[in-house]
């Protein structure tokens, strides 16, 4: 360390894995933007002096919480409970709930920590935050599953507001559990106002929020291909997941003359070289959300297609890649086979499904590769519309709406553009300039407001 309070990089990352033992995800997150950004602020003196990165990466609050619930069978459950405020520099704390079996502080921590940067990229006053818990709603009822989500508000309404903090959904977290958590909020506060986004439209929700994620990053894929003179129409696809992300991701794919030969979830994937047209999406959706079923059923449905057990997609060929399930999906190799396979674009629905090694072998292939703090902003983006109707009382149009989320993600695109550019090279770097765009924004708020 200089004695002005300087470090390099690897300084910086040993502190951070000092100060969050076993925080494996977080750390990975933390170096995946320290990377870029330890390189854009060499010569900009004030942000090492007011250690913005520092600051960044220490998250304002981590609330942990006991969750009781009562099962069917009466028997007393415990589950753990968070809400990671990561930053409220440039707005309320905002980002979804998870609900999954695997949930930890790390897990959060990473989330949010990305979460303060997507969001400052979408251009809307929102700050970064994620909650949740290892609850696993697999096999629950809907009794139970209610019961925990009013277990689970009871505390969280303390640190939750309109104005304070806005939760939204995220993976095991969808309109039911929203219902479920907003009638508690409503019913603890006697107050009916906007605390959180992806609410049903009769009370408050925005239209297109649901479709908003899948949607944002297929614009995303489309805007780097337009870049460069190519289209996604006649391309064959691969996608992971098959929820909420996954399916609109396929839906806007099939609007766009593009082919999805692939979908998965935690048992396997479903390989279909027919496509998965719009057909056979209704039924994937209406087994996957209302029977909460498995995807290895599809090839019971369509005999063509195959089935991979405790696979990932990522061998099959393809031009493009939209990994939209979970954290870590595709490692070194992963990335490898798909780049020798062909693939030419990446856009991650999914949070960080992509590992460091991953990372690094799509910025060395110089393929398209969209970060999911870049590709995946259009959800959190519709949130945000969602708060602005919320806060004025008023419903927006469905035209109006889908023009804005194709408008922010262009937005986005242009950002990453303008500050992920290589001197003598028409490639663009969108990791690096996503970290360094939503960076900036946020970064320049916090030395307005001095040491606080
Ligand atoms: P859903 O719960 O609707 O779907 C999650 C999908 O991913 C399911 O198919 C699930 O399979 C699969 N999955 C979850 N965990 C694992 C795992 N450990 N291994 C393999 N597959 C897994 O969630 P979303 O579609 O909303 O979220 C998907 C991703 O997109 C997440 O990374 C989320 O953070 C991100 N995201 C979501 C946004 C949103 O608006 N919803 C916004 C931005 C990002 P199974 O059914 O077997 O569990
Ligand atoms: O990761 C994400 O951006 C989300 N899960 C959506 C967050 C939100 O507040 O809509």
């Known amino acids: 360390m200089t004695d002005t309070g300087h470090v390099n990089l690897e300084q910086f990352m040993e502190g951070v894995k000092r100060r969050n033992p076993g925080q494996n995800e977080f750390v990975q997150a933390v170096q995946e933007v320290a990377e870029d950004v330890f390189d854009f602020i060499q010569d900009k003196n004030e ?17 942990s919480f006991r969750v009781c619930w009562e099962d069917d069978n009466s028997n007393i459950r415990v589950q753990r409970g968070w809400r990671v405020q990561n930053n409220n520099a440039i707005g309320p704390y905002k980002g979804g709930i998870r609900f999954h079996r695997d949930v930890n502080e790390s897990i959060l921590k990473f989330l949010a920590f990305e979460q303060t940067f997507k969001n400052s990229l979408t251009g809307l006053p929102m700050g970064g935050g994620k ?12 009794h139970e599953v209610m019961r925990f989500c009013q277990s689970f508000m009871t505390e969280l309404y303390r640190h939750v507001g309109q104005d304070i ?26 107050e009916f106002t906007g605390v959180l986004t992806g609410k049903a439209l009769e009370y408050g929700g925005s239209l297109i929020r649901s479709e908003a994620t899948g949607y944002g990053a297929v614009y995303f894929l489309q805007d780097m291909l337009a870049r460069v003179g190519n289209s996604i129409e006649g391309k064959s696809c691969v996608v992971s ?29 479903v390989y279909d070289p027919d496509g998965i047209d719009q057909e056979k999406l ?37 031009d493009l890649a939209l990994p939209c399930a979970t954290q870590n999906e595709i490692n070194g190799e992963d990335a490898r086979t798909l780049i020798k396979n062909g693939c030419i674009g990446v856009s991650e629905g999914a949070n960080m499904p992509t590992n460091l090694d991953g990372v690094h072998a799509f910025k060395g292939a110089k393929i398209l590769f969209a970060p999911g703090k870049a590709a995946n902003a259009g959800g959190v983006a519709v949130s945000g519309l969602e708060m602005s109707q919320n806060s004025a009382r008023i419903s927006w149009k469905e035209e109006d709406l889908q023009q804005l989320l194709v408008d922010i993600m262009k937005q986005i695109h242009d950002s990453c553009v303008e500050f992920g550019g290589t001197p003598g090279s028409e490639h663009i770097d969108y990791v690096r300039g996503a970290n360094i765009a939503g960076f900036i924004k946020v970064a320049d708020a916090m030395l307005a407001y001095g040491v606080v």
Request: glycine share 14%; net charge positive; hydrophobic share 30%.
């Open 165 to 190: 903090d806005v939760p939204a959904g995220d993976i095991g977290v969808g309109a039911r559990e929203i219902g479920y958590m907003f009638g508690q909020y409503k019913r603890i506060t006697n």
């Open 241 to 269: 997941g098959s929820g909420n992300v996954a399916t609109h991701v396929v839906e806007k794919i099939n609007q766009l003359g593009g082919r999805v030969v692939t979908l998965s979830d935690s048992g396997g994937f």
């Open 282 to 318: 209704r039924w994937v959706k209406e087994h996957k959300t209302r029977h909460r079923g498995r995807i290895a059923d599809y090839v019971k449905e369509f005999k063509n297609a195959e089935f991979y057990q405790g696979m990932r997609p990522w061998s099959v060929k393809c």
């Open 47 to 63: 942000y090492h002096e007011y250690q913005i990165l520092r600051r960044i990466a220490e998250p304002d609050r981590v609330v």
């Open 131 to 142: 909650g949740g818990a290892n609850f696993n709603p697999k096999g629950k009822s809907d």
